[in-house]
């Protein structure tokens, strides 16, 4: 082919703008980006080669080459993989994966500049990195059972180049032309410390090789030196296979960033192994910190599964439910067959036990985690959100689950969350019912007046503002027993029997006299809510709406509208506060005086739990004339 010169995608030149004139001290990174890359390539290879035996036909030994020339100051990262051919070469270093792009510089334009090579490692660009010591990369790649070789080169300035090229076995070789201040990266000493502090778990030899020897080196030298050349500078044992007490915490935490790009210590390190019915080693992690993938569905990332060393894809849901799916991690399992497909992984049973065990192990490690209060609401505040799911859809772990909600409270300080266990503790003894109230906020979930009449009865009220909660108030059921009760709901009682019954029949009394009132409220409101009555639940506001006992729960109304369905707008009851100065006051007018006020008060209702008002400018004038009088 003819060599041709392309443009980078703008993306791409504005992100090796800022790589090339990043500050960032840690530049020694692109070695561990390099050799990562190396180390799939091989993967990818061996994987490939279990369907496609050609691909092999040179009986390859798998190994990872550095090799620098002072001299001409390159340093040469070689492998034989699965290489690519110039097509490949131009889609994987020529643009970013369009799903990524839009991720990639929105975070970067959130978090600035420093923190980009913390993102070129999480949005899968670490090809890139080797831009922060080279001014000049060529990549030459020759496709496992192809003829030809192919290059790329860059220089940065906004192009690269694609033409032949020649090679003698299959793979890949990436040559970074040094910058004059990065000569440190030709000494082999440094090269040696950096694979050991980023690589050393990597599968594949790694060794090294200096080009430019010196053309009166003693035999002696020589000898010593072509010795250690042999040597791998890495030790090559897969991490999960060592016993926890011979693996240091930095080598658990480098590893992690290998598999995940992350550029954080994980939070929690979980070494753990299968027996009896199946045998696997497993190491699991929990990130400090959620990323978008885990609200992106499209983003299919499990664990990695490894079956006898052989790396079979690092996409395997199967392995997790998907409210685990915040869970980083290999499994390696010597129970399945090593030409396993995607759709047999399906509906295996080895990996089914696989997964019920991974599961298991998680749980148990929260509930230990539980005790320690800080870190676990510090888990919590990361990925609440995602394990909440869990007891919608896993039954069998759903009690266990449930212990492991944690929810602010309408007593308890803004940010502070609370255990269902401590809040069925703190009940007073004729509560019977566990109360929650839904609201897209908490702030304003804390002010609706909805939460007066438990206030009243010393009840607390769990608040439930994540999106998740609504579809939870459906599988919750019960805690303990006791059953989730919505205050802002039918008509919930509280206090005793004896109490319950006192307000019972003041209310009767009160919706008998006001009971014309009442008539003319519900007529004047036709349109907007579906009954008007008296209410038990207020002290100190004069209204509030509440949903009909057997409403629709408007996560359902949501899905029933995307699915097409008609569904009318779900009309709410208007409860009035019979002790209330306005509502005494309002009861006696007579007209149009009556009409504005009664729009009035359902506005302020409206307007108390962070609803918008239906006429915002029926609403103000209203406002204005009353303000004039
Ligand atoms: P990532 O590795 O996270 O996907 P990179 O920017 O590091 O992102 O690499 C982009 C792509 O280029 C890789 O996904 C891979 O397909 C390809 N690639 C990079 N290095 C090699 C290599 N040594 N051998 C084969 N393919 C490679």
């Known amino acids: 082919m003819e060599t041709k010169t392309n443009q980078f995608k703008a993306e791409i030149a504005e992100m090796l703008d800022l790589v090339v004139n990043s500050l960032y001290s840690k530049k020694e990174i692109f070695l561990r980006e390099l050799i990562s890359n190396a180390s799939d390539a091989i993967d990818r290879a061996k994987f490939l080669s279990l369907t496609d035996k050609t691909l092999v036909a040179d009986n390859p030994e798998w190994k990872i080459e550095i090799a620098v020339d002072k001299a001409a100051k390159t340093l040469m990262i070689s492998d034989n993989g699965v290489g690519m051919d110039a097509a490949e070469l131009e889609k994987n270093l020529g643009t970013i994966a369009s799903s990524g792009t839009k991720a990639f510089r929105q975070a970067l334009k959130e978090k600035g500049g420093e923190s980009l090579p913390e993102l070129i490692g999480q949005f899968g ?72 502090k980023y690589s050393d778990f990597i599968a594949y030899p790694i060794t090294f090789r200096q080009i430019d020897v010196p053309a009166d080196e003693k035999e002696e030298d020589r000898k010593r030196r072509e010795e250690d050349e042999k040597k791998p500078v890495n030790t090559m044992v897969a991490l999960w296979k060592r016993a926890k007490k011979d693996v240091k915490d930095e080598e658990y935490a480098e590893f992690y960033k290998h598999l995940t790009h992350d550029w954080e210590a994980p939070f929690e ?106 870190r676990y609401n510090e888990f919590w505040n990361s990925f609440g959100t995602v394990l909440k799911e869990g007891v919608h859809v896993d039954w069998a772990n759903a009690e266990r689950l449930k212990k492991l909600l944690k929810y ?19 009940m007073p003894s004729d509560q019977k019912d566990i109360y929650y109230l839904l609201s897209e906020r908490e702030e304003d979930a804390r002010k609706a007046p909805q939460l007066e009449a438990a206030r009243k009865h010393g009840c607390d009220v769990l608040l439930f503002c994540d999106p998740v909660d609504e579809f939870l108030t459906e599988s919750l059921r019960e805690f303990d027993g006791k059953k989730f009760v919505d205050v802002a709901k039918g008509d919930v009682a509280f206090g005793s029997e004896a109490e319950q019954k006192a307000e019972k029949d003041a209310t009767e009394k009160a919706a008998k006299e006001l009971a014309p009132f009442i008539e003319a409220v519900k007529k004047e409101l036709e349109s907007k809510v579906s009954d008007v009555r008296v209410s038990t639940r207020l002290t100190d506001s004069p209204c509030c709406l509440v949903a009909r006992e057997n409403a629709l729960p408007p996560s359902m109304v949501r899905m029933m509208r995307a699915m097409k369905n008609e ?21 006696s007018m007579k007209g149009a005086e009556l ?35």
């Open 125 to 196: 660009v670490g090809f890139y990195a080797a831009f922060m010591v080279a001014d000049r990369v060529r990549v030459v790649s020759r496709r496992r059972g192809a003829d030809a070789a192919f290059q790329w080169e860059s220089d940065m300035g906004g192009s690269y180049t694609i033409g032949d090229s020649t090679r003698d076995g299959f793979g890949t070789s990436v040559m970074l032309h040094l910058r004059d201040d990065q000569a440190e990266y030709l000494d082999r000493w440094r090269i040696e410390e950096l694979v050991k």
């Open 269 to 374: 390190t979980i070494p753990f192994s299968g027996e009896g019915q199946v045998e696997f080693k497993a190491l699991l992690f929990l990130p400090k910190k959620a990323t978008m993938e885990l609200f992106m569905p499209q983003q299919k990332r499990g664990l990695s599964l490894y079956v006898r060393n052989v790396f079979i894809g690092d996409d395997i849901e199967m392995l997790l439910p998907s409210y685990l799916r915040f869970v980083k991690g290999v499994v390696d399992s010597s129970d399945l067959p090593l030409n396993v497909s995607r759709e047999m992984l399906q509906d295996d049973a080895v990996i089914a036990k696989i997964k019920n065990a991974v599961t298991s192990k998680i749980l148990s490690t929260l509930e230990t985690l539980k005790k320690d209060e800080k």
């Open 408 to 426: 602010p409270t309408a007593r308890g300080d803004a940010g502070k969350t609370v255990f269902l266990e401590d809040y069925v503790k703190d």
């Open 567 to 587: 569904v009318p707008d779900e009309k709410r009851v208007l409860e009035l506060n019979a002790a209330h100065p306005l509502v005494k006051k309002v009861s």
């Open 595 to 629: 009409s504005d006020a009664v729009t009035l008060l359902y506005d302020s209702a409206l307007i108390a739990e962070g609803s918008p008002v239906t006429d915002g400018a029926r609403f103000t004038k209203l406002l204005a004339d009353l303000m004039l009088k």
